[in-house]
């Protein structure tokens, strides 16, 4: 009988209420512990899902020898520190994206993990989007090969909410943590470095203090090359929307939905076991700690979008 991974989860909001759902379609694994900084709304979310142990402090979890590895859904600027505390502790641990907002600490990540051994990888959704993994597949087959494409990741945050429309404790950030998705991604789609980056940003938000407007471009070594608007001020609808435009045909991948350039639906329902990308990361960490392997979306596969980031920040100070 398959060892049961028994899981502690940082970060009772939004995301790690997605992670926790999608836990529940998976076999062989458990939450027993659930972290977050408000005890009683930890609580209330931990009976929900049957979780037994709730805490404040990373470190009571981590200290829990039952605890196999951990899922980190908490603030950007807390990711990089808690990474390698898990890995510290002897956890394999699955990281929220962005691995980090400072390069170097990312680079620390990296390193640790290699050392101990342990599954280390942050959660780079899109990779696992069906969506996305119909594209790759046809890349990989060598069917269809990436010629530009234009992203837009637009929300509407003029206030400091989260994706459940309740107050955040911490400031979100469209280079760190949005446009991480885009760029690892043209990177893995292209199959080829980023050998060339542009930014431009718009005023810095008087309160907030951060750029809620900005434009990226990318090139990849190959020739590729990428287009990424990204706005906090946008009252419309919200999301990323991706439109592929190669050398066989044109994709408009609409999360989960993907169409061809005609706005013809593709169906990707058997893409994959789940049409969640969330669980489907999920999945991926937990077979890579079974399989003793290392997964997609390692903490080592995504560090280049990261210096891809922290030169683009240079550029715009």
Not at 174 to 196: C, E, G, K, N, Y
Request: aromatic letters at 6%; glycine letters at 8%; charged letters at 20%.
């Amino acid at each position: 009988m398959t060892k049961t991974i028994r899981v502690a989860l940082a970060g009772a909001g939004a995301f790690g209420i997605k992670h926790l759902d999608g836990i529940q379609n998976i076999d062989g694994v458990e939450v027993v512990s659930l972290i977050s900084r408000d005890l009683d709304k930890t609580r209330e979310v931990a009976g929900k899902y049957g979780i037994q142990h709730v805490t404040t402090d990373l470190a009571e979890a981590l200290a829990l020898p039952e605890v196999d590895a951990v899922i980190l859904c908490t603030p950007t600027q807390m990711h990089a520190s808690q990474t390698l505390a898990c890995l510290k502790a002897g956890k394999h641990v699955q990281v929220e994206i962005p691995l980090c907002d400072v390069l170097a600490d990312g680079e620390e990540v990296v390193q640790v993990a290699q050392a101990s051994g342990l599954v280390a990888m942050c959660g780079h959704t899109r990779r696992f989007n069906p969506s996305h993994q119909w594209v790759h597949r046809r890349i990989a087959a060598g069917e269809f090969n990436v010629q530009q494409m234009d992203v837009q990741t637009y929300f509407f945050r003029r206030t400091n909410m989260n994706a459940l429309g309740q107050p955040r404790s911490w400031t979100d950030h469209l280079l760190w943590h949005h446009a991480a998705h885009t760029v690892d991604l043209f990177a893995h789609q292209a199959r080829s470095p980023i050998v060339q980056a542009n930014a431009l940003q718009g005023p810095i938000h008087p309160t907030l203090g951060i750029a809620m407007d900005m434009s990226i471009q990318l090139k990849a070594a190959n020739g590729a090359i990428c287009t990424l608007s990204l706005s906090f001020n946008n009252d419309g609808p919200l999301g990323t929307f991706f439109r592929y435009i190669g050398d066989t045909g044109t994709y408009i991948a609409r999360y989960d939905d993907l169409f061809t350039g005609k706005d013809e639906k593709i169906d990707v329902s058997a893409v994959d076991v789940s049409m969640n990308g969330i669980e489907l990361q999920d999945r991926e960490f937990f077979a890579a700690i079974r399989e003793g392997r290392e997964p997609n979306s390692s903490v080592a596969q995504v560090l280049p979008c990261y210096r891809v980031l922290h030169e683009l920040e240079q550029q715009l100070k």
